[in-house]
Each structure stands twice: as structure tokens, then as C-alpha cells.
């Protein structure tokens, strides 16, 4: 596994919002949809997903950029430089020439040095315990889930089923994207006796919502006023994906002015949420309005003059 840096193109100072743009591009890109014919193409999708694992969760990037963990997330072994006194001094490096002489020589470090070190299956070149060759590992599997904005919002669980057969529980994480694979590690085919199973490619899928439009963690709506609210200002009420809330608004507000609703958009990561932006459209009585009318002709003939 290449670097997640690396895979996604961005550098190790690059902000959450330069991560998630980085990872939708190749994801984009490269999903198996769109390249069914190109091999290579499936290989960077699961390589982009994995590295997005990394960098798209604030706690492993750290523990990737501290050492704890590698490109698959996996905690790095550590204590090779002082083990056991290895190197005779220079830089605690292994000192394979010394360990060769003493196994040719019967110096003390017989034949089984890596298998002490290392364990049974790197003297059996691979192998198991007594020299047997592990099973392959089972094949992984893939699969969509088509969930809603408010699915989202609620982090919601849904039921699954996978190629398998198997059913499963899939809880929505926070701050999943359109098009983001999710692996479930260990629910993909069989491997067979004493091997380890594939996983799961879990790649949601954002239902298009009639009433919001979604930048990120942020949603964006356009709200009704009518026109006396617009003029003198009042309360009107905006549909979030939790249900509506009210929210005041000046007096002279115009068409097209955007207001914020902090927090009412969709879960973040970090447990934040995002926020709400309602843009303003004044909609005019149904029907003949005298009063109105009269008014709107006065007022043109005032600016005539």
C-alpha cells in the first residue's frame, strides 16, 4: 500500500475540505461504474477508499503521521533497534554477516534465529505452523446502500443485504460522502479452513433530495417569505432535515439574501454538524390585490417624477 498522501495527491499538510475534495475527484474517476472494461481502475478505486480510511479520519492520520500506523492502518512493529543487542553497536542495525558466521560456526545462533524473531511463518517461507501453507484469503465482495439526506443526518441504522447472503446492520458513519466505500472487514466470501475471510466494499450512494443541495457537511435551501414579511420583517419558518424551525428575518429583505442556520446540516466527523443556508424568495399574493396594486402604482409614479 503506497502512501495515502501519495494516492490521494495532496500534501501532508492538506486541510479536511482539500482531503475530501482529493478522494471524491479519484473515487470519481475510477469507480468501477464508469470503467467496467479497465481492470487497473478497480485497483486505484480500492486504493483511493483505503487511503481516504487513513486521511479522512482526524485520530488515524495522526497515528499515521506519528508512525503508530501504516498505509493500512495497521500498527507498525516497533523494538527492532535494541533487540537483543543486534548490530555490535552500529545504529542497532541487524548484523546478518555475524549471524551467518555464528550459524556456520556454531557460534550460538543456530539455524532457528528468525523463527525466534519472527516466528514459525516466516521459516516456513509463508507457511503455517509445521511448515503447512496458510489458505488464501477470501475474495472481497462489493455492494451499494442508497440512503437519504435525512438518513444521513440521523446517522441512521439501516439492514443490508450483502452478495453473500448474509444480512448485516450498517450504522451511516459521520461525514460520509456520495460515492465514499466503506469496508466491513471480514464480511466478504469465505476463504475456506484456517484462512481469513474477504471484506465487504460498502459504496453509499446519496439520494438526490428535492428541497436541499448538498457542499460537504453544508446543505443549501431556498425558503418562501411572503412579501409583507419581507418588507416589514417577521418570523418565518424553515424545513431542516429534522423537521422546521423558525427563523427571524429584517425588515426590507430582498430576494436572494442568504441567512445561516448553524449546525442544521449534516454530521461531520469530529461530531460537529454542518450548517443550513436558506436563501430568501418573496412570493407575491395569489390572486387581484387592490391595495397592492394601488401601492405599486404610486410608488412607480413617485419615481417618475
Not at 189 to 213: K, M, N, V, W, Y
Request: net charge neutral; charged share 30%; glycine share 14%.
Amino acid at each position: 500500500m503506497r502512501n495515502p498522501y501519495d494516492v490521494l495527491g495532496v500534501a501532508k499538510g492538506a486541510s479536511e475540505a482539500e482531503i475530501k475534495k482529493a478522494y471524491r475527484k479519484l473515487a470519481k474517476d475510477f469507480h468501477p461504474d464508469r470503467n467496467k472494461n479497465d481492470a487497473k481502475a478497480k485497483d486505484r478505486f480500492a486504493e483511493a477508499n483505503s487511503a481516504y480510511e487513513i486521511l479522512g479520519d482526524s485520530e488515524k492520520r495522526k497515528q499515521f503521521d506519528r508512525g503508530e500506523i501504516d498505509a493500512e492502518g495497521k500498527p507498525r512493529a516497533t523494538g527492532f533497534e535494541g533487540f537483543g543487542g543486534f548490530g555490535g553497536g552500529r545504529g542497532g542495525n541487524f548484523d546478518f554477516e555475524n549471524m551467518a558466521r555464528a550459524q556456520r560456526g556454531g557460534g550460538g545462533m543456530g539455524e532457528d534465529i528468525f523463527s525466534h524473531i519472527f516466528g514459525e511463518a516466516f521459516r516456513a517461507g509463508g507457511a503455517g505452523p509445521g511448515g503447512q501453507r496458510q489458505a488464501a484469503r477470501g475474495e472481497d465482495v462489493a455492494a451499494e446502500l442508497l440512503v437519504t439526506l435525512e438518513q444521513v443526518a440521523s446517522e441512521e441504522k439501516l439492514r443490508l443485504a450483502l452478495p453473500t447472503g448474509r444480512e448485516v446492520d450498517v450504522v451511516i458513519p459521520r461525514g460520509v460522502v456520495d460515492g465514499q466505500t466503506i469496508r466491513l472487514r471480514g464480511l466478504g466470501q469465505s476463504g475456506g479452513l484456517r484462512a481469513e475471510p474477504g471484506d465487504a466494499l460498502l459504496t453509499i450512494r446519496i439520494r438526490q433530495h428535492p428541497r436541499f443541495t448538498v457542499e460537504g457537511a453544508d446543505l443549501r435551501t431556498s425558503v418562501d417569505v411572503p412579501l409583507e414579511d419581507a418588507v416589514l420583517g417577521g418570523t418565518i419558518r424553515v424545513p431542516t432535515l429534522t423537521g422546521a424551525v423558525e427563523m427571524k428575518i429584517p425588515a426590507m429583505t430582498s430576494s436572494g439574501r442568504t441567512f445561516r442556520l448553524r449546525g442544521k446540516g449534516l454530521p461531520k466527523k469530529d461530531g460537529t454538524r454542518g450548517d443550513l443556508f436558506a436563501t430568501t424568495a418573496i412570493v407575491l399574493p395569489e390572486g387581484e390585490d387592490a391595495a397592492l396594486t394601488e401601492f405599486a402604482r404610486g410608488r412607480r409614479a413617485a419615481n417618475a417624477a
